[in-house]
């Protein structure tokens, strides 16, 4: 596979630049970290290292050095579809150059052998209480397919520490295909009488996601733009974070990706893009479905405030601004759907919400994130189950998450393992009696 062999080639080049950072260098400080960094979430302490995205505070996410509009614009393009194979974004992920068109097609001829799901898993959705929410169920149904891991198995073989990126590299090129048809299993098992849609052969996997779902074109463009825009952004965020965490135990790929689905399924992460829809339905139902006007949408962003309550969609850890995954999203909302009532809706939120943010003068960023537009779009071509909208999510985000995992098992990362202080601790180091 060309992939592989481009991958070995880039990580022998690679290795040589971790050695020597760690061995002639490795004294240098990054980063200090202030009594409020410890309390507050470790937010800004510099002590991750990846190269698969970078996110600068004003600019947004870069993937390999490339932003939004450059990924989309560089990426070879599915023949007769506005947006690109999602199989060509993960081999620009994991390294780091666009694949030719060639490439790209031999990987989603590759990721195509690998779809097919083991029977038992759709046994194992079948046994769960049939509310349990999607993010519960595209978890355990992850968890469940362990057995499955090729990296689990070569380790109990005794596997030697350099060659570890070759089996993790195996599981995770068997998770990215099978995860798209394992969201539609759980989407059609859990709201549409469990009648499933079998794979085409023909089709690419965001193509093949969208015709497993039964949902018509355009909506195949929309999951390769949503799988893309998702992938990755950079490595502290919960989900990526916590991928990274459990793989550095060298539990297996499987691992991994259940606990970054866990860690996605937060209303302060990725299930925002789910409480964003039922926000607007509520204020949609309180006005009787009529678009409110901005007085009125200001109203019920208060009284969302005032009520204790976040406004999701709003607001970001590390981003200062407007994020451009959001500004993707518009773009193509502004031409898909510029009338939809629900895009009206959040068109207004962004009007709105920022200058009573600032006003409020809590959130240290009163933009939009990704999460603000992602729903509206889903909505329009018939995803109206939004509990369902964080899998989405997941499966875009197993891309980047897996790819750094790839990379952390050829650079031979550790074991994670900060160190903790007990408050009197901090007290002591305050100067307080
Ligand atoms: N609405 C109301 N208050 C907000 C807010 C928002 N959208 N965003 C931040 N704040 C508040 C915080 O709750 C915090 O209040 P307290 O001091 O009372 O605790 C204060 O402003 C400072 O927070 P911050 O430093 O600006 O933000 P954090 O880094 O702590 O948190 C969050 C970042 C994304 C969690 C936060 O902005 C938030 O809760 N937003 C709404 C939920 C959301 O959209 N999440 C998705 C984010 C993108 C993502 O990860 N997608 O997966």
């Excluded at 898993?121 to 057995?147: E, G, N, Y």
């Excluded at 992602?374 to 197993?398: H, M, P």
Aim: some cysteine; glycine content about 8%.
């Amino acid at each position: 596979m060309k992939l592989r062999d481009k991958l070995a080639e880039k990580i022998e080049g690679w290795r040589p630049r971790t050695t020597r950072l760690l061995k002639d260098h490795g004294d240098k400080k990054i980063s200090d970290v202030t009594i409020a960094q410890a309390i507050g979430g470790i937010r800004g302490v510099k002590c991750l290292v990846t190269d698969i995205s970078y996110l600068d505070p004003n600019e947004g996410i870069r993937f390999r050095g490339y932003t939004i509009p450059e990924t989309l614009a560089a990426l070879p393009k599915v023949p007769g579809a506005e947006m690109p194979y999602v199989e060509g974004h993960i081999w620009l992920l994991l390294t780091g150059e666009i694949p030719s068109e060639e490439e790209a097609g031999e990987l989603v001829e590759e990721l195509k052998k690998r779809a097919e799901l083991p029977d038992y898993v759709h046994d194992v959705l079948k046994t769960m209480p049939r509310d349990s929410h999607p993010m519960a169920m595209f978890s355990a149904a992850i968890l469940s397919m362990q057995r499955e891991s090729v990296y689990a198995k070569a380790y109990e073989e005794g596997l030697g520490k350099m060659d570890h990126w070759q089996p993790t590299l195996e599981d995770a090129l068997n998770l990215w295909a099978r995860l798209p048809r394992l969201g539609a299993l759980v989407y059609r098992l859990k709201y549409k009488d469990d009648k499933q849609i079998k794979p085409d052969p023909k089709l690419d996997l965001g193509g093949n996601f969208a015709h497993q779902m039964g949902i018509e074109p355009p909506y195949d463009d929309v999951a390769r733009l949503y799988f893309i825009l998702h992938s990755d952004h950079e490595s502290g965020n919960v989900s990526a974070h916590a991928g990274h965490l459990i793989g550095s135990a060298l539990s297996d790929p499987y691992y991994s990706t259940s606990s970054m689905v866990d860690g996605l399924a937060g209303p302060l992460h990725g299930l925002a893009n789910q409480e964003v829809l039922r926000w607007i339905q509520g204020v949609m139902e309180q006005m009787g479905g009529k678009i409110p006007t901005e007085e009125e949408m200001k109203e019920f962003v208060w009284e969302t405030l005032n009520s204790g309550q976040v406004i999701p969609g709003f607001g970001h850890a590390v981003l200062r601004k407007t994020d451009p995954r959001y500004t993707e999203q518009r773009n193509f909302c502004l031409k898909h759907l510029p009338d939809d009532p629900i895009f009206k809706y959040v068109d207004l939120l962004y009007k709105v919400v920022p200058p009573i943010l600032q006003e409020q003068g809590k959130a240290k960023n009163p933009w939009p994130n990704v999460d603000a537009q992602s729903g509206v779009i889903q909505w329009y071509y018939g995803l109206k189950e939004y509990d369902f909208y964080t899998v989405l999510f997941a499966i875009g985000r197993a891309l980047g998450v897996l790819s750094n995992i790839v990379w952390d098992r050829a650079l031979g990362y550790p074991i994670e393992r900060p160190k903790s202080v007990t408050t009197a601790m901090l007290e002591e180091m305050a100067g307080i009696e």
